[in-house]
Every structure is written in C-alpha cells, then in structure tokens.
Nanobody, 122 residues
Framework: QVQLVEFGGGLVQPGGSLRLSCVAS????????MGWYRQAPGSQRELVAN???????SYADSVKGRFTISRDNAQNTMYLQMNDLKPEDTAVYYC????????????????WGEGTQVTVSS
C-alpha cells in the first residue's frame, strides 16, 4: 500500500516562505504524475501545481512565479516551495501521486496525503 505524509505547514507572515514536503512510502513501480492541491474553508479543493511525464509542469495562475514543485526521486519526496505568500494562500495543502503498482496485478493508483495546514497572517 502506498502512503503519503506531508510536512512543513505552519503559520507565516505575508511575504514569507514555506517549503512543503511529501514523503511517499510503500511499494510502487513508477510515478506518472504528482501534484499539490489546496482547500480553503468553504471552498472546493483546487489544483496548485502538477507535474506529468518529463517537464510537463503546470501551475494555478494565482501561484505562478511564486510556487515551485519539485521532486527528489532518491528520497521518494516531492516538494512545494512557496514564496511571497499571501493571506489568500491560507488553506490545507494536499499532495497527490499517480503511481503504477504491480502487485497483485498491474494498475494505476491515485494516492492522497492527509493534508497540512498553511496559514498566512500577520
């Protein structure tokens, strides 16, 4: 079974930075997509950043130029570097992985972390 755990959320002042980490554990053959999503109170979950294949990365317009998604294959970890944070970035942030597993048969799985709170406030 594949599990994801997020780290790095917290309280930060406007203009500050945070780096979220998402560590994957369990057995999987390959990763075909990774992404970060967020959900603010009273709102639907929305895409923040997504990476598929080789170099195919997209960001929500609201975070372009401020957030960067990256991955460390050796550590089975993906990151979201968030700079110049704004109060409207306040939300619970979730990581998501699309993986291929081979046991008991080959199939694709969509895996979610439990989320980490990011609060931007002075």
């Amino acid at each position: 079974q594949v599990q994801l755990v997020e780290f790095g959320g917290g309280l930060v002042q406007p203009g500050g930075s945070l780096r979220l980490s998402c560590v994957a554990s369990g057995s999987f053959f390959s990763i075909y997509s990774m992404g970060w999503y967020r959900q603010a109170p009273g709102s639907q979950r929305e895409l923040v950043a997504n990476a598929r294949g080789h170099g195919n990365i997209s960001y929500a317009d609201s975070v372009k130029g401020r957030f960067t998604i990256s991955r460390d294959n050796a550590q089975n970890t993906m990151y979201l570097q968030m700079n110049d944070l704004k109060p409207e970035d306040t939300a619970v942030y979730y990581c998501n992985l699309g993986v291929v597993v081979l046991s008991p048969y080959s199939r694709a799985l969509d895996v979610w972390g439990e989320g980490t709170q990011v609060t931007v406030s002075s």
